[in-house]
């Protein structure tokens, strides 16, 4: 088979597939900024230190987060079959998703734009 041939190809990707236990989530309604101050909390944390953390943070995007954190815990279970105890967050972090753009009506008809920013935020795990 030729090298470039697209099933090597493809066989050459998965073949160095990332196995750690992660999860995203997709168009969460809360911007990179919000949600970075959240994940810089618990980056480098064990999981029950950070469930702790996010249980316990006034913002928004904490609700989000530990939603998405116990997720990642699941799936380290379940599909790699870790132990939890091991278990600490490795990498966090948001991307910038899609902005939704609306129009606030200002004096003298003019009209302002207001931006309602979304993320995509992704919690990889990983064992000690």
């Known amino acids: 088979?030729?090298?470039?041939?697209?099933?090597?190809?493809k066989r050459e990707r998965n073949a160095n597939k990332d196995?750690?236990?992660?999860?995203k989530l997709s168009y969460a309604r809360v911007s990179v900024?919000?949600?970075?101050?959240?994940l810089d909390a618990i980056r480098g944390k064990d999981v029950q230190t950070a469930l702790g953390i996010l249980a316990y943070n006034?913002?928004?995007?904490?609700?989000l987060i530990e939603k998405l954190l116990k997720s990642a815990i699941a799936n380290a279970e379940n599909n790699n079959g870790m132990d939890v105890s091991k278990l600490y967050v490795e990498e966090?972090?948001?991307?910038?998703?899609p902005t939704m753009k609306r129009i606030h009506p200002r004096a003298q008809g003019r009209a302002y734009r207001i931006e309602k920013r979304m993320s995509h935020i992704t919690v990889v795990l990983n064992e000690r």
Do not use: D, E, L
Request: glycine share 6%.
């Open 1 to 9: 088979m030729a090298k470039g041939h697209r099933s090597q190809i």
């Open 19 to 23: 196995t750690r236990p992660s999860a």
């Open 33 to 38: 900024q919000k949600a970075c101050f959240v």
């Open 58 to 63: 006034p913002r928004y995007a904490s609700s």
């Open 92 to 97: 966090c972090y948001a991307n910038k998703g």
